[in-house]
């Protein structure tokens, strides 16, 4: 069963069986020192298993004491409201970005949720790239460091390379990878082709191949299979990846392993203010608490299946204040009530200020949205 | 069996077939009459059935006599130079674009071929892209009417609305439509919603549905067949589409129903000299005559199966002469060689001038090809 502890979230029995089932790598003592080390810093999702696990991490940090520089490329496709567990790969992404001083190519494949989702317009989805965009720069992305590439509007430049990669792939791949059927529309069998490109496009342009680096979702980790598979064939190397469990929603890990934009109830937004977040943990929260406040004081609460204590081993950075409300809800000191108060308070600080920095970004999109391809000289 | 007078080239029975396979109409003699008094005039391609078949285009001249103009769509998949073969539907959509001062959009899919052809390479059909591009201009298209649309450099306008077709088709239809395998490439599976856009590209941004010709080789039907199942769908018109036979290689119909570029001995090239036109001509033109002078004189020659002969029914306009070539070659007063040398004149006077032309479009070019989506308002 899980391990959990103020200093290490290990991942579940599910997330080990990922590493073993995708063939992934975990990310072990050495590898995290080793992180460290080059990142002058730790990072607390390195600390807590947040992110677990990898593909050929050792190699790209090998070519980077080389001296041969990595970018980062992640990306999102806009279908909704970006939730906090959107941030997770960005947030660390991000923090990749000031200790490297990588650039960041991010991607919003606008088509891509309209392809796989039945009533979603491009219309919807360009709505929603304009609001994802904002949360994304919120997080304070070096302007002069990242740049936004958008499926439909730079098709111009992804299509032919998009092409390229998809001459290599065969519909019996995408079958096995991502269990298509001969249901499944054209431009959803396509569409892996045109996310593998971020991870060469640099490359194309700047004159010498970039070692790359994709922080994301180990649910994404088919894509990039196929990626890896097919980039060496174009003269490429393979992209290198990190990868981070789920924030899981606010009903809890066995219910709701990954937030959905889709319920309401158990996902907290971007732009939720103070009073819906605390409405939403108070009523949602699944609890690890007692019935009663006198059964708890005296049997304890259990922190590995209590949803704030977990969200706060994502959002509270600080371990030894991690650790005594880890033992304090175990001993029955704090109550889930507290617990929840004390999540509700860091979420909503974070929350506030993010929302400043979003409405900021409004006059920044610009800076950040590809011009021509000219940018991947600087890569 | 087929039918073949001066004043007809009467499908063989595969091109009646295919009509019953395809599902579409043959242009009957009301038709005929109905084109040539809108055109004011007549062409030899019509009398002579070489186009036989369409798709919608009752329908089409109902909207132009109602004031609705339509605009032309063809195209050209770079892979190889452009043989005689290619020009039959771009010649007579230029005698359309003249007759109807209708527009013409271009499509060159520089990508198809890449992706449906083991060793071409992107470059490659980069290079024939630009050869088959002096080809086109060189029939005297408009270059006001005339807009130029490449697949990867326009990529921009046309993913965004490939990818609206694309959600529309399954696999399973371009298994049944194309024959494809699990085995097919995902650029090769998606390919056909990037031939589909042009059909409706203009409408997209003319403010306004604009009906569409396709004037086709018969095989590509089923590309537009696709499409016609599609455009009701995103709110657009079918296309319309009337189709050509092709032009049988050299070494004659039974061998070789169309002629076929990666076989220099079935294809005459338009940038083929004097010389290698008569060499071509008078070595592998399958010969409908007799084994000797003394027989042929006799017995006559064959106009059905002489490919010579075949060939005027497309380049010869005047009927009185090709008649009188068919009764004399029938009748034996024409020997083989005499009738290829009026095939091989016909040939060179066209093709000299064709490659004056053809030097001379190296400095058009850049008129034809689309600037940005603003040229569609035209339309």
Redo the contacts between chains.
């Keep these: 069963m899980a391990t959990v502890t103020p200093w290490e979230v290990k991942g579940s029995v599910d997330y080990d069986r990922l590493i073993k089932e995708f063939g992934t790598k975990p990310i072990d003592e050495a590898l995290h020192e080793r992180i460290k080390r080059l990142a002058g810093k730790d990072h607390h999702f390195l600390r807590r298993g947040v992110f677990f696990s990898h593909r050929d991490l050792d190699w790209l940090l090998d070519e980077y004491e080389k001296g041969n520089k990595f970018f980062l490329y992640t990306g999102r496709a806009p279908s909704g409201p970006v939730h906090l567990g959107h941030l997770l790969p960005w947030l660390f992404t991000k923090w990749l970005q000031d200790r490297f001083k990588a650039r960041l190519l991010f991607q919003f494949p606008d ?1 891509e949720k ?2 796989f989702k039945e009533g979603l317009t ?1 219309a919807d989805a360009n709505h929603w790239l304009e609001e994802n965009m904002l949360d994304v720069i919120a997080l304070g992305f070096d302007p002069d460091l990242t740049d936004f590439l958008i ?6 430049m ?3 390379e ?11 791949t ?2 096995a990878a991502f269990g ?11 569409y ?2 045109m996310q593998a490109v971020p991870a060469f496009l640099p490359s194309v342009h700047a004159g010498r191949k970039v070692p790359c680096l994709i922080p994301h979702g180990i649910d994404q980790d088919p894509h990039f299979r196929v990626t890896r598979d097919v980039l060496p064939g174009l003269g490429q190397y393979k992209p290198a990846a990190i990868h981070c469990r789920f924030l899981p929603g606010l009903s809890g890990m066995a219910t709701d392993g990954k937030m959905s934009a889709s319920d309401a109830t158990t996902a907290i937004f971007t732009t939720d203010d103070p009073k819906t977040v605390r409405r939403k943990v108070m009523k949602y929260a699944f609890s690890g608490g007692q019935a009663t406040i006198e059964e708890h004081r005296e049997k304890g609460g259990d922190p590995a299946v209590d949803v704030a204590y977990q969200w706060l081993t994502f959002f509270e950075e600080d371990d030894a204040k991690l650790r005594r409300l880890h033992d304090d809800y175990k001993s029955g000191k704090l109550l889930t009530g507290e617990l929840k108060q004390v999540l509700i308070d860091k979420l909503n600080a974070f929350l506030t200020s993010h929302q400043e920095r979003r409405e900021a970004a409004r006059k920044l999109i610009g800076r950040f949205i590809i011009k021509d391809s000219s940018v991947f000289k600087r890569y």
Excluded at 151 to 156: F, L, V
Excluded at 182 to 190: E, T, V
């Design positions: 088509e309209f392809l491009l499926d439909t509007r730079h098709a111009g992804l299509y032919p998009a092409v390229k990669v998809a001459k290599k792939v065969t519909f019996s995408v079958k298509m059927t001969n249901q499944a529309n054209l431009g959803a069998i396509f892996t082709a």
